[in-house]
T-cell receptor, first 114, second 114 residues
């Protein structure tokens, strides 16, 4: 039973399209995150939600919009996809954003924009 | 502006020997550090952490050392096993961020040869 699951695992799409990535965690954690791993392999935070409230919103193009319908789900919608959006996107969760602990990551979604 | 740096992109070691992975940081506010391990097509998994009140933390074959004055930490794996072949990420967080936000290094790929 996967703790943090992301769908889809792979996504190939054309420039200009709109796509969504879904994430669900069954750990009972309150906080969820989206990280982007770029071509240089750095993992950079994009967003974080705590119990459906946005708490981290890094400098990310407004074509990216997260949505958290409940604390177990955090989805990422991307409008007007560009070539530079190609990356691996990781969802993660942690017990509480105020608690200094590691995250539990999902297995990632490899997005390729052609 | 990479606040967490792993200057060795790769490391090759013989099975049974010690693997030493290094990580440097520039933000003096960082006070909590973690190491993650990542296999291909999987998400990073938490390995070991250390708080700045300590200079060493050990968990089985894994030991993390922290040198605050040098803003440097290292991960020692003894003895190295073929299953340790993976990419290792160093991460850090700062207390005043008020949010459990992790800043990652670019990773070091470890290959353990049988």
């Amino acid at each position: 039973d996967t703790a943090v699951s992301q769908t889809p695992k792979y996504l190939v799409t054309q420039m200009g399209n709109d796509k969504s990535i879904k994430c669900e965690q069954n750990l009972g954690h309150d906080t969820m995150y989206w990280y982007k791993q770029d071509s240089k392999k750095f993992l950079k935070i994009m967003f974080s939600y705590n119990n459906k409230e946005l708490i981290i919103n890094e400098t990310v193009p407004n074509r990216f919009s997260p949505k958290s319908p409940d604390k177990a789900h955090l989805n990422l919608h991307i409008n007007s996809l560009e070539l530079g959006d190609s990356a691996v996107y990781f969802c993660a969760s942690s017990q509480d954003y105020r608690v200094r602990r590691g995250y539990t990551f999902g297995s990632g979604t490899r997005l390729t924009v052609v | 502006d990479q606040q967490v740096k792993q200057n060795s992109p790769s490391l090759s070691v013989q099975e049974g020997r010690i693997s030493i992975l290094n990580c440097d940081y520039t933000n003096s506010m960082f006070d909590y550090f973690l190491w993650y391990k990542k296999y291909p097509a999987e998400g990073p998994t938490f390995l070991i952490s250390i708080s700045s009140i300590k200079d060493k933390n050990e968990d089985g074959r894994f030991t993390v050392f922290l040198n605050k004055s040098a803003k440097h930490l290292s991960l020692h794996i003894v003895p190295s096993q073929p299953g340790d072949s993976a990419v290792y990420f160093c991460a850090a967080s700062a207390p005043k961020a008020a949010v459990n936000k992790l800043t990652f290094g670019g990773g070091t790929r470890v290959l353990v040869k049988p």
